[in-house]
C-alpha cells in the first residue's frame, strides 16, 4: 500500500471534513511537509482534493482498494484487486496481462487517458469522477453465449445503482439515468487460437463527474449519477455492491446455464421496451417498435415499414431517438 493510497483513504474515511496536514502526518508517519507536498502533487494530478491553509478535504469520495476490501463479501470476484492511478485503458491492460491474472481480478484506474468504447468509439474517464474498472473472467462458455455476458452485467450494475438512482438500461449496454447515459459497458473476448483464454468485462461509470469535465461532443446526451441526484456518490460502496451482484449473477449463470432471471431484469429495466425508436444498421435506417430482449439477448422489435418483426444483433445496430439520444 503506497503513502498516496494511505492518503487517499484517510481523506476518504473524513469525508466531508477535513483533515489537518498535522494530523494526516501523524496518520502516515511523515513530516507536515511531506503531507503538503504530497496533496500538492495529488492536485497537480487533478485529484479533487482542495486545500486551504494546511486543510485538506475531498470534493468528493475516490476510488480507494482498503476502502472496496472493507466488507467486500465476494469469494473469488475482487479478491484481487489493482489500482492505477492512470491507465490508457483498463480493458486494455487486463487484455495485456491476462496470463498474469487469476480469474474474478479487478483492474482500476483513477483516470484513463485512451478509454474504449464498443466498435472502436472512445470512452471518456477523467480523475477523479468516474469508475474505469475491468473484470477478468475465465469461463468455460459457448461462444454464442459471450454477448449475453452484456446483458448480465447491465443487470448485476442497476442492482447496485437502483439504491441510489433510478436508472434504466438502453439495450445493450449504456446504462440511463433521466435518459442520459451514466455508465457503459464494454466486453471483450481473448482467443489464443481457438481457444477462450479470457474475457474482460469493462464498466465505465460517471459517479461524481462533473459536466463541465465531460467532452461538448456528447455532453448532451452525458451526465454522471451526482449531477443528476445532486447527491455525492461514495464510489467504493457501489464497485463493493457491484462486485457481489456481479458474483452472484456469474456463478449462477454459469452453474444453470439459464440467462432468463438477468435477461428479464434487463427487460423490467429497459428504456426502449413499447417505444419507437430508430435502428440504424450498416446500410439502412428505419423505424421501429421495440418488443422485447429475446433469450440471446437480442432486441426484438417490429419495423414501421413491413410490419415485420426480428430480433436485432448488438453488433450491427444501433437505436436512436428521433432528433435525441433516446
Ligand atoms: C460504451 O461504449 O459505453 C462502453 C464504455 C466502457 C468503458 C469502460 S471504462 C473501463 C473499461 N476500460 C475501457 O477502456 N473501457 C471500459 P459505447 O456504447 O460505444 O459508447 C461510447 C460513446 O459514449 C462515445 O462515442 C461517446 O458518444 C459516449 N461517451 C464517451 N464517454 C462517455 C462518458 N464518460 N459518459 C457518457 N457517454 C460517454
Known sequence: MTIEERLIHLLNVSYPKTLTSLELADELDLEESSVDNLTADLKDR???I?????????????VSLLDIKKGLETTF??????????????????????SKHREGTVILAQEQTSGKGRLGRNWSSPMGGSISMSVIVKPRIDFAKIPLLTQLTAASLVKALESIADVKIKWP??????RKKIAGIL???????????GIIIGIGINTNLNKHNMPDSFRDKASSVKAETHTVVDPNALI??????FENDYLAYMTTGDPSPFLSLCTEYSALIGKDYWVTGKDHKRKATVKTIDSFGR???????????????SSAFSIRGADSYI
Open 173 to 178: 449496454n449504456d446504462i440511463i439515468l433521466n
Open 77 to 98: 470476484i475482487g479478491e484481487t484487486l489493482h489500482l492505477h492511478s492512470t491507465l490508457r485503458s483498463t480493458n486494455a491492460y487486463a487484455k495485456e496481462n491476462l
Open 50 to 62: 482542495t486545500s486551504h491553509k494546511q486543510k485538506h478535504r475531498l470534493a468528493y469520495p475516490v
Open 46 to 48: 487533478n485529484y479533487p
Open 187 to 197: 466486453i471483450e473476448s481473448e482467443f489464443r487460437g481457438d481457444s477462450l483464454s
Open 240 to 245: 463493493q455492491s457491484f462486485l457481489i451482484h
Open 299 to 313: 432486441l426484438v422489435v417490429t419495423y414501421h415499414d413491413t410490419n415485420v418483426t426480428e430480433a436485432i444483433n
